[in-house]
């Protein structure tokens, strides 16, 4: 059960998955810039972007990452889960105007630590740009 928004160990199975989606925005790179302080021209500069193999501007890849912790925040688990770690392999670039799919799937449950482990997928028109595995501290039900 479900109380104030949080999902306790006890109530996650294997199998379970939320899904966020974000269309990726100028202002949100220029934001997350601001916020992280990677400024690469890559991410922030038309013209050098346009000289590189990806030839306009692309997303900071831990943009994407950081939808996924939304997903985990929000969704599932939900508030009060803490991330131990993720893992993050960079697939495609994601560029202003992609929409976004962030889904986590629950693929083990450690009862003896109350953690959770979790796909993490991002992917646009159906294809993954990020894919990862993280592992979340769950609360316990209260005694």
Known sequence: MTVNNITYFEDLA???????TNTVTDADIT????????R???HLD???AATTLFKERIA???LSAAYISAVFGMKLPGPGAIYISQT???KAPVKIGDTV???VKLVELIPEKKRARFETVCAVNGKAVLTG???LMVPSRPA
């Open 31 to 38: 934001a997350f810039a601001d916020i992280s302080g990677d």
């Open 60 to 62: 900071h890849g831990m």
């Open 88 to 90: 993050l392999a960079f």
């Open 14 to 20: 294997v199998g379970q998955e939320a899904s966020v």
């Open 101 to 103: 799919v962030t889904t």
């Open 133 to 135: 595995e993280a592992q």
């Open 40 to 42: 690469n021209p890559v």
């Open 46 to 48: 038309a013209a050098y």
